[in-house]
């Protein structure tokens, strides 16, 4: 089957869209954290506590982007900078395609951020968690937005009244 090509997103919308992420998964992480904190009076103290509170949180992040992409295929700073990721068939991500990306994107960052890095030469602006996820990012077109579409709407409702002539939206009658 063959796909229409779609604009491929390079690295600063990425970066900029992790950016907006990060913002919010780390409030996230604090509400999570917060009910361990208030039963513990405090960070967790034992070794092993800490382990199992640390495995807590990845769950929690874990959770947060697989949710994303399973549903809608954007979180939220990808909505902003208008990407969504599809399978490779561009089709929305299985549990096992966004779990897979969510482990590899850590695996691209803990390598220092080369794995981001390679879509700068890559032809196909595929990170290394695209490449092993079988996943993409997509350029998700632009639409209009409400406001716009009104601000159309009217002007179609307001150029022609029943007399023929044209009617101003805000006259200034205060009525």
């Known amino acids: 089957m ?6 491929l997103p390079g690295l600063l919308r990425r970066l900029a869209a992790i950016a907006y992420d990060m913002l919010l998964l780390t409030a996230v992480l604090m509400l999570a954290a917060l009910p361990v ?3 513990n009076n405090g960070p967790p103290r034992t070794a092993w506590a800490l382990i199992l509170f640390r495995a807590y949180l990845l769950g929690v992040a874990l959770a947060f982007f697989t949710w994303f992409w399973m549903h809608g295929g954007q979180t939220l700073g990808m909505r902003a900078w208008r990407l969504r990721v599809v ?3 561009h089709r929305p991500l299985t549990w096992r395609q966004a779990s897979g990306r969510f482990f590899a994107a850590a695996l691209s960052w803990a390598c220092l951020g080369v794995g981001y890095l390679s879509i700068l030469f890559d032809e196909q ?12 990012l997509i350029l998700v077109q632009k639409t209009a937005t409400g406001n716009q579409a009104a601000r159309r709407n009217n002007t179609k409702v307001n150029s022609k009244n029943s007399n023929g002539g044209s009617i101003a939206p805000n006259s200034g009658d205060m009525s």
């Open 2 to 7: 063959t796909l229409p090509a779609r604009p």
């Open 37 to 39: 904190v208030l039963i």
């Open 87 to 89: 399978g490779a068939d």
């Open 125 to 136: 602006r595929l990170a290394w968690h695209d490449r092993l996820s079988g996943t993409r």
